[in-house]
């Protein structure tokens, strides 16, 4: 039995719209989601842009506060944590951001970048700490010669490697990993998500994948959890998901992701998603998600489903019938 | 040599950019040809020369770009020939272009139903308010919901699905023999994406145009494409119909390209990677451009540029492996 590393309960964020004088709404970003991350495991998100995949990862990592809700870490509430306390919070946690072009400062040396963590959680300094930048150099690719250069020298594929070596530099137990492979080619993708699942096995590390590409989010996770317009509306494992997706919602987002078979272009799909995303600021009532939903009964706009488990952990947000 | 009717034919293409730091090769002898009706895609990963073939086509290379020599013939008309005024009536009209990011190329200060409408004032001088009703009709056949009422927004008020839907009405309002789509959907929702591929294929048979599709998803070409060209660093390695690609890929890259994208078929725990990197196109590799990453390098690779074979009809690969076997037959 794995222990849970992250529990997160009814976590809940709004984000207020103001004028020069008051609130005047709220974007609806997460919404009483209920999610574990076992330790050792790799749990994927998917979602189109605006579903809080992005708000909920980060409230996790207690990055934004939460209007409500916990964040448990090691069975430890964390928001009873002061900002002091978080400080072996953070060493144990790390994130690797999309654009390897604007996450790695321009003025910095790769020397620097890497090894900033190293300095900040006083784990090495001076040439401790090139010893140990070179070691995750190696680690993840790269060579000793590139320590004394600057970003603009390298690849899209380097400099996510360098993301990564300095995602890893503190010996981080859990890394968050959004959209980490979305902009990179195929062929350079490849290498990377390889490399990602060899350092998972080395380092025993914990990861949560979030992407908008089903295929590698399906390659990476063990378990998967389907987020719309703020909520989770199915999680399972990646065979209970992706096999037998349940949620209209899932269901119509596997059969839009255009597949590598050409014969598959004449067969009618299963469920066409019709209409786009509505605003978070005014979600439709009851299952937020009705207004696009091919199987809708008269009670979807009035009642809120919850997530049921039916059968083998595998849960899902629709209302029977 | 084919009777078959080709709208386009693009007729060993070269484009280089002279920089500071070099003269970059950017394509080097590209050849194809679009026939009337179909979709054909181009396939390959940044900067192997997508875009610039684009650009070229529609004579729009950026300084210091240049066409050094190919031709570009449409109906049998030289494009590359062409003086920048006859060029003016060929674009919006002839050719028609759906780039990959609507928010940078709609501007932002005139209306979506006057952006719209100007092909129709430009290129078939109607009246502007007959114009600016026509462009209505289009955007609304394009599945834009309250068409009347969007066609007075500017394009900020308009969601990236929208923002996509009023560029391909642009694209379709002089009923284009030709509409290059670069990318139209990398930048897209899975669910937005899929309805505006739908939607060019549906607008692709009443209108009966022809496509060259632009794209970096192999899974997009499955769907979409009638004829594929693979394409790296600047050269296209292998041509041929769409299932014969997915089913049967003969050059080195495209068999390892289509081995590393993780797939719902095969779940294995490690992706097939390819050795090395793409390289500079300002020094490119001699012989085949592919050589010094290709597992099956022979000594004439690096000397010698592969010629395009015809493996089997209508199946064309760029690369020595294929070329050995004709000269002993």
Same mark, same amino acid.
């Given at each position: +039995?794995?222990?849970?590393?992250?529990?997160?309960?009814?976590?809940?964020?709004?984000?207020?719209?103001?004028?020069?004088?008051?609130?005047?709404?709220?974007?609806?970003?997460?919404?009483?989601?209920?999610?574990?991350?076992?330790?050792?495991?790799?749990?994927?998100?998917?979602?189109?842009?605006?579903?809080?995949?992005?708000?909920?990862?980060?409230?996790?990592?207690?990055?934004?506060?939460?209007?409500?809700?916990?964040?448990?870490?090691?069975?430890?509430? +964390?928001?009873?944590?002061?900002?002091?306390?978080?400080?072996?919070?953070?060493?144990?946690?790390?994130?690797?951001?999309?654009?390897?072009?604007?996450?790695?400062?321009?003025? +910095?040396?790769?020397?620097?970048?890497?090894?900033?963590?190293?300095?900040?959680?006083?784990?090495?300094?001076?040439?401790?700490?090139?010893?140990?930048?070179?070691?995750?150099?190696?680690?993840?690719?790269?060579?000793?010669?590139?320590?004394?250069?600057?970003?603009?020298?390298?690849?899209?594929?380097?400099?996510?490697?360098?993301?990564?070596?300095?995602?890893?530099?503190?010996?981080?137990?859990?890394?968050?990993?959004?959209?980490?492979?979305?902009?990179?080619?195929?062929?350079?993708?490849?290498?990377?998500?390889?490399?990602?699942?060899?350092?998972?096995?080395?380092?025993?590390?914990?990861? +949560?994948?979030i992407s908008h590409d089903l295929n590698v989010v399906r390659h990476l996770s063990d378990h998967i959890g389907v987020?719309?317009?703020?909520?989770?509306?199915?999680?399972?494992?990646?065979?209970?998901?992706?096999?037998?997706?349940?949620?209209?919602?899932?269901?119509?987002?596997?059969?839009?992701?255009?597949?590598?078979?050409?014969?598959?272009?004449?067969?009618?799909?299963?469920?066409?998603?019709?209409?786009?995303?509505?605003?978070?600021?005014?979600?439709?009532?009851?299952?937020?998600?009705?207004?696009?939903?091919?199987?809708?009964?008269?009670?979807?706009?009035?009642?809120?489903?919850?997530?049921?488990?039916?059968?083998?952990g595998h849960l899902v947000a629709c209302l029977p019938g | 040599m084919e009777t078959r009717e080709d709208l386009l034919?693009?007729?060993?293409?070269?484009?280089?950019?002279?920089?500071?730091?070099?003269?970059?090769?950017?394509?080097?002898?590209?050849?194809?040809?679009?026939?009337?009706?179909?979709?054909?895609?181009?396939?390959?990963?940044?900067?192997?020369?997508?875009?610039?073939?684009?650009?070229?086509?529609?004579?729009?290379?950026?300084?210091?770009?240049?066409?050094?020599?190919?031709?570009?013939?449409?109906?049998?008309?030289?494009?590359?020939?062409?003086?920048?005024?006859?060029?003016?009536?060929?674009?919006?009209?002839?050719?028609? $272009?759906?780039?990959?990011?609507?928010?940078?190329?709609?501007?932002?200060?005139?209306?979506?139903?006057?952006?719209?409408?100007?092909?129709?004032?430009?290129?078939?001088?109607?009246?502007?308010?007959?114009?600016?009703?026509?462009?209505?009709?289009?955007?609304?056949?394009?599945?834009?919901?309250?068409?009347?009422?969007?066609?007075?927004?500017?394009?900020?008020?308009?969601?990236?699905?929208?923002?996509?839907?009023?560029?391909?009405?642009?694209?379709?309002?002089?009923?284009?023999?030709?509409?290059?789509?670069?990318?139209?959907?990398?930048?897209?929702?899975?669910?937005?994406?899929?309805?505006?591929?739908?939607?060019?294929?549906?607008?692709?048979?009443?209108?009966?145009?022809?496509?060259?599709?632009?794209?970096?998803?192999?899974?997009?070409?499955?769907? $979409?494409?009638?004829?594929?060209?693979?394409?790296?660093?600047?050269?296209?390695?292998?041509?041929?119909?769409?299932?014969?690609?997915?089913?049967?890929?003969?050059?080195?890259?495209?068999?390892?390209?289509?081995?590393?994208?993780?797939?719902?078929?095969?779940?294995?725990?490690?992706?097939?990677?390819?050795?090395?990197?793409?390289?500079?196109?300002?020094?490119?590799?001699?012989?085949?451009?592919?050589?010094?990453?290709?597992?099956?390098?022979?000594?004439?690779?690096?000397?010698?540029?592969?010629?395009?074979?015809?493996?089997?009809?209508?199946?064309?690969?760029?690369?020595?492996?294929?070329?050995?076997?004709?000269?002993?037959?």
């Amino acid at each position: +039995m794995t222990t849970a590393l992250f529990e997160c309960r009814n976590l809940t964020k709004f984000f207020p719209i103001k004028n020069l004088f008051r609130e005047t709404g709220r974007v609806h970003a997460v919404e009483d989601v209920n999610l574990t991350i076992p330790e050792g495991g790799t749990v994927g998100l998917v979602g189109e842009s605006g579903c809080g995949k992005t708000t909920l990862a980060r409230t996790i990592l207690l990055l934004i506060e939460p209007t409500s809700g916990q964040v448990i870490f090691r069975g430890e509430d +964390m928001a009873s944590r002061s900002k002091r306390d978080l400080r072996q919070f953070r060493r144990e946690t790390a994130i690797v951001f999309q654009d390897p072009y604007s996450s790695l400062d321009p003025r +910095m040396l790769i020397a620097d970048v890497v090894g900033e963590p190293l300095v900040i959680h006083k784990v090495a300094f001076g040439e401790d700490r090139d010893d140990v930048v070179l070691s995750l150099l190696e680690r993840v690719g790269l060579k000793a010669d590139h320590m004394y250069r600057y970003p603009h020298e390298f690849s899209g594929g380097q400099r996510q490697r360098l993301a990564i070596a300095r995602a890893l530099a503190a010996d981080p137990k859990f890394i968050l990993l959004d959209e980490a492979t979305s902009a990179l080619d195929v062929s350079v993708q490849a290498k990377i998500l390889n490399m990602l699942n060899g350092l998972k096995a080395d380092l025993r590390l914990t990861y +949560m994948f979030i992407s908008h590409d089903l295929n590698v989010v399906r390659h990476l996770s063990d378990h998967i959890g389907v987020m719309y317009l703020g909520r989770m509306v199915e999680y399972g494992t990646r065979e209970q998901v992706f096999d037998t997706p349940t949620h209209p919602y899932t269901r119509g987002l596997l059969a839009a992701a255009p597949s590598l078979d050409p014969n598959d272009r004449d067969r009618p799909r299963e469920v066409v998603l019709q209409g786009e995303v509505p605003s978070a600021v005014e979600p439709p009532s009851g299952c937020r998600f009705h207004p696009r939903c091919p199987n809708r009964k008269p009670e979807c706009d009035r009642v809120r489903p919850e997530l049921v488990d039916i059968g083998d952990g595998h849960l899902v947000a629709c209302l029977p019938g | 040599m084919e009777t078959r009717e080709d709208l386009l034919v693009v007729d060993r293409l070269k484009t280089q950019f002279f920089t500071y730091g070099g003269v970059v090769e950017a394509l080097d002898e590209v050849s194809f040809e679009i026939r009337l009706g179909e979709i054909f895609g181009l396939v390959g990963e940044s900067g192997c020369g997508k875009s610039v073939t684009a650009t070229s086509i529609l004579g729009l290379v950026a300084k210091p770009g240049k066409i050094v020599s190919g031709r570009v013939l449409l109906d049998g008309e030289n494009l590359v020939e062409k003086s920048e005024q006859e060029m003016n009536r060929v674009r919006g009209s002839r050719i028609a $272009m759906i780039f990959q990011d609507p928010t940078s190329s709609l501007n932002p200060l005139f209306r979506i139903g006057y952006q719209v409408a100007e092909p129709y004032i430009y290129h078939q001088r109607r009246p502007k308010r007959q114009a600016l009703k026509d462009a209505t009709e289009i955007l609304a056949k394009t599945g834009l919901p309250d068409a009347v009422e969007k066609s007075r927004n500017y394009p900020h008020e308009l969601s990236g699905g929208m923002r996509q839907r009023a560029m391909i009405a642009m694209s379709l309002t002089c009923e284009p023999d030709l509409l290059i789509a670069d990318e139209p959907t990398t930048n897209l929702d899975v669910t937005i994406g899929r309805q505006i591929l739908d939607l060019v294929k549906d607008l692709q048979r009443e209108f009966g145009a022809s496509v060259l599709w632009i794209t970096h998803d192999m899974a997009v070409v499955a769907q $979409m494409c009638d004829r594929v060209g693979v394409m790296y660093a600047g050269t296209i390695v292998e041509k041929t119909d769409v299932r014969t690609l997915f089913r049967n890929a003969k050059h080195p890259y495209t068999e390892r390209l289509l081995r590393a994208i993780p797939s719902a078929v095969k779940s294995a725990d490690k992706l097939e990677e390819i050795p090395g990197s793409v390289p500079q196109l300002i020094h490119p590799p001699t012989g085949c451009r592919f050589h010094p990453r290709c597992d099956h390098v022979m000594e004439i690779c690096s000397r010698v540029k592969p010629v395009e074979l015809e493996v089997e009809p209508g199946h064309m690969v760029a690369c020595h492996l294929f070329g050995g076997e004709k000269e002993a037959t």
